[in-house]
């Protein structure tokens, strides 16, 4: 009887599939998930296609696949969506593959207990213990945390009720990834512009097929209000929703939005889960149990049973691109995936990538639009303080008129939020006496000081070191001065000014946990605080009702940057984070701090004029032929030696062929000449915009001479960090 032999893939760095055999008693379909022996080891691989001919012989050599695995076959639609990717980013399959097949392990997970109220009571009564039976008289079940909290006492209280037998334990079986959303549960009063924009959406959904909106509408205009319809439409038909977001810091409250208005959460996919959870909730969304997931990128990767809708929040967000390993953007790929699947898609923002609004004004992509806020609320009005006139003395930041008004609106009892995209205290540390800046010994980078951790840090490799005790130049003690503000500087000048204020700092570094995190962004909501001061954390998304006042210290901050979307990505931030204001009563408004007023990013923001921000960029994109009029790739050499980088980075350069529609320039050292101890050189490659250049750059680093040594290549196709 003939050998059957399958090619199966492998989640390690390879493109090409290995050839088994298939022994017949396994009965084995392209897609099934096997353990095949590689090398030494054993390994996860995915059938990747069936009856490969092979030489007369070979077949011989081959070993077989030892096991099929109990996990659903990878579907047609997840392994086309592979094969596309890889293709295009120009990494290897497997890698794609390994981003799919993030599984997790299943096992028990950590058990869940909960207390109630059972024995006799305790032999010593105290107030605390007091508290705690009169709140938990009702019998209900509460985890420990919940009765600590809704007695008002310590934990270590309830457990000595457990101790004297007053309270009993019970344990609750694991939470489910998610319940069935009901979507009908409570669905809005949509106004006249919702209800036309959710009408093309569910009319999307319905009549299924690729198709991709645009959902262009104000900060607060209602853009989860009616993306939400087509997910219920979509749950309707029995199909699975992906909603993409940029920040895990974003989903706590979607997911309490989303249960709102469909009874129950939906499931959630990002970094921070935990391996078993991660498990169950993979098998979920394989076997169809799951009708919605929100998540972080890699969500994309899911092996969904019935994928009918892909949803990207605010698609014009840059941490969208994964900058390591495979080199994607999510949001592009979404596309992708959604065309593949032959499903719609929506994008969201209140400030569209350059990219999607050519798009949408070509007609390729639909544009909703909502122009107004729900309620009625204008939006935000914007003032520029102007820096050199009117900024605050040496050794301060925030200038004295946006003190001033900073104070009006805590008095009449407003909350405000002051903007710096910075963390740590100062991004320079300088010696007075001598002038040496304080650098990173392994990075092209200076440290900066997190003082409420009491560590120079590097941002670049994370390099920490305490702050040494004397000038390692010069040996002057104390000498060493801060140079610039970060949120931590901003808060000890906030509080100066503001001595007996609630000033509560985000950002990402001091989180302790995503669940702290959820706390803190309730207690901004419910009023607890009076003054946020955060990094971009806070810029995006987030729903505070009482925020009506929004100052950027540093406006200018990302303009500088060389990077070919400073103007837009400033533009954007900034729009986002002035947003944040007034969303539900009084007029919000936003200051903005800057050297430059007269730059056309501040005022398409003080004239209220988006369209026409849009307008001059996307000419300027189209002048220089830069994306989406023309294509990008960027080409990053490193190695631990200058010489050998540079050199390597050179040859390649020269081998590049000929074509007029491309032209390929550098290498230069990169502005962030050195990471980690590598020397970094940079070749950027510019093409027409219907040219295929991956197929352009697979033919070329072909040909690429050896590397030798220690030199890595890294290729980025469409680059959204030139640093
Ligand atoms: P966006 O996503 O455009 O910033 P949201 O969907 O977050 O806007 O809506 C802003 C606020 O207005 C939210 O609190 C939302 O619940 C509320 N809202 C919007 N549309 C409606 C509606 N039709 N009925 C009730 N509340 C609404
Ligand atoms: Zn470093």
């Known amino acids: 009887m003939a050998q059957r032999i399958v090619d199966v893939l492998v989640p390690v760095a390879l493109d090409h599939t290995y050839s088994y055999r298939a022994p017949p008693e396994l009965d084995l379909s392209v897609g099934d998930l096997v353990a095949v022996p590689l090398g030494k080891a054993e390994t996860v691989g995915v059938v990747w296609s069936d009856n490969v001919p092979v030489r007369p012989g070979l077949h011989n050599r081959l070993k077989d696949v030892d096991a099929t695995l109990d996990y659903p076959p990878l579907r047609e639609e997840l392994r086309s969506f592979v094969d596309w990717v890889a293709n295009y980013t120009l990494s290897p399959r497997g890698m794609v593959l390994r981003m799919a097949l993030r599984m997790g392990e299943l096992g028990p997970e950590r058990e869940r207990v909960a207390v109630r109220l059972s024995g006799p009571p305790p032999q010593r009564m105290t107030p605390a213990r007091r508290r705690v039976m009169t709140a938990l008289s009702d019998g209900l079940l509460r985890t420990k945390a919940e009765a600590a909290k809704d007695a008002g006492v310590s934990t270590g209280v309830i457990d000595g009720l457990v101790d004297e037998g007053t309270l009993e334990v019970v344990a609750l079986p694991p939470e489910p990834v998610a319940r069935q959303p009901d979507p009908d549960y409570r669905a809005p009063e949509l106004t006249g512009p919702q209800r036309m924009a959710t009408d093309i959406l569910r009319g999307a959904v319905k009549q299924g097929g690729y198709t991709v909106d645009l959902l262009d509408g104000v900060t607060g205009s209602g853009k989860t209000e009616v993306y939400f319809e087509a997910i219920a439409e979509t749950i309707r038909k029995r199909r699975q929703s992906l909603v993409l977001m940029p920040e895990i810091a974003l989903t706590a409250q979607f997911l309490?939005?989303?249960?709102?208005?469909?009874?129950?959460?939906?499931?959630?996919?990002?970094?921070?889960?935990?391996?078993?959870?991660?498990?169950?909730?993979?098998?979920?969304?394989?076997?169809?149990?799951?009708?919605?997931?929100?998540?972080?990128?890699?969500?994309?990767?899911?092996?969904?049973?019935?994928?009918?809708?892909?949803?990207?929040?605010?698609?014009?967000?840059?941490?969208?691109?994964?900058?390591?390993?495979?080199?994607?953007?999510?949001?592009?790929?979404?596309?992708?995936?959604?065309?593949?699947?032959?499903?719609?898609i929506v994008l969201s923002s209140a400030t569209p990538s350059v990219e999607t609004m050519v798009n949408a004004r070509r007609g390729r992509y639909r544009r909703l639009a909502l122009t107004q806020r729900f309620g009625g609320q204008s939006e935000p009005a914007i003032e520029a303080i102007d820096l050199k006139r009117e900024g605050p003395p040496r050794g301060r930041f925030i200038a004295p008129r946006l003190a001033g008004i900073v104070k009006t609106a805590l008095e009449r009892g407003d909350q405000a939020l002051l903007f710096l995209n910075r963390r740590g205290y100062a991004p320079l540390t300088l010696c007075r006496a001598c002038g040496f800046r304080l650098n990173c010994p392994n990075c092209d980078a200076w440290l900066v000081d997190h003082r409420f951790k009491r560590q120079l840090v590097c941002h670049h490799c994370g390099f920490t070191t305490p702050p040494p005790a004397a000038c390692p130049k010069c040996h002057a003690t104390e000498s060493f001065v801060a140079c610039g503000p970060g949120v931590e500087r901003l808060e000890e000048e906030a509080h100066t000014l503001f001595p007996d204020r609630r000033i509560l700092v985000l950002s990402s570094d001091l989180i302790?946990?995503?669940?702290?995190?959820?706390?803190?962004?309730?207690?901004?909501?419910?009023?607890?605080?009076?003054?946020?001061?955060?990094?971009?954390?806070?810029?995006?998304?987030?729903?505070?009702?009482?925020?009506?006042?929004?100052?950027?210290?540093?406006?200018?901050?990302?303009?500088?940057?060389?990077?070919?979307?400073?103007?837009?990505?400033?533009?954007?931030?900034?729009?986002?984070?002035?947003?944040?204001?007034?969303?539900?009563?009084?007029?919000?408004?936003?200051?903005?701090?800057?050297?430059?007023?007269?730059?056309?990013?501040?005022?398409?923001?003080?004239a209220q004029d988006r369209e026409a921000f849009y307008n001059s960029e996307i000419a300027?994109?189209?002048?220089?032929?830069?994306?989406?009029?023309?294509?990008?790739?960027?080409?990053?050499?490193?190695?631990?030696?200058?010489?050998?980088?540079?050199?390597?980075?050179?040859?390649?350069?020269?081998?590049?062929?000929?074509?007029?529609?491309?032209?390929?320039?550098?290498?230069?050292?990169?502005?962030?000449?050195?990471?980690?101890?590598?020397?970094?050189?940079?070749?950027?490659?510019?093409?027409?915009?219907?040219?295929?250049?991956?197929?352009?750059?697979?033919?070329?680093?072909?040909?690429?001479?050896?590397?030798?040594?220690?030199?890595?290549?890294?290729v980025d196709v469409d680059p959204q960090s030139f640093l």
């Open 256 to 344: 309490d939005r989303f249960a709102q208005r469909f009874g129950v959460r939906p499931a959630e996919w990002h970094s921070e889960l935990g391996s078993r959870r991660r498990a169950r909730t993979w098998n979920a969304v394989a076997a169809g149990e799951v009708n919605v997931v929100v998540g972080a990128r890699s969500a994309l990767f899911l092996p969904y049973a019935d994928l009918g809708l892909i949803v990207v929040d605010e698609e014009h967000d840059a941490v969208y691109k994964q900058e390591d390993g495979v080199h994607y953007h999510a949001r592009d790929m979404a596309v992708v995936r959604a065309r593949i699947a032959d499903i719609p």
């Open 620 to 714: 300027a994109r189209e002048r220089l032929h830069y994306p989406p009029f023309g294509r990008l790739a960027s080409l990053l050499v490193t190695g631990a030696d200058k010489h050998a980088a540079e050199g390597f980075a050179r040859k390649l350069a020269m081998i590049a062929p000929h074509t007029d529609d491309v032209r390929v320039l550098g290498p230069a050292e990169a502005p962030l000449a050195v990471v980690r101890g590598r020397h970094r050189f940079r070749l950027m490659v510019k093409s027409a915009r219907n040219f295929d250049l991956s197929a352009w750059l697979r033919g070329w680093l072909a040909q690429a001479p050896k590397r030798k040594g220690d030199i890595k290549l890294d």
């Open 512 to 606: 302790a946990s995503i669940e702290r995190m959820r706390e803190e962004f309730r207690d901004i909501e419910e009023g607890r605080v009076d003054i946020v001061i955060g990094t971009q954390l806070v810029a995006k998304g987030h729903h505070f009702p009482k925020l009506n006042l929004v100052g950027v210290i540093d406006a200018d901050l990302g303009l500088g940057s060389g990077d070919p979307r400073a103007a837009e990505r400033t533009f954007q931030l900034l729009h986002q984070v002035i947003g944040r204001a007034g969303r539900e009563e009084g007029r919000g408004m936003g200051y903005l701090q800057t050297h430059q007023p007269e730059h056309p990013v501040m005022q398409a923001l003080i």
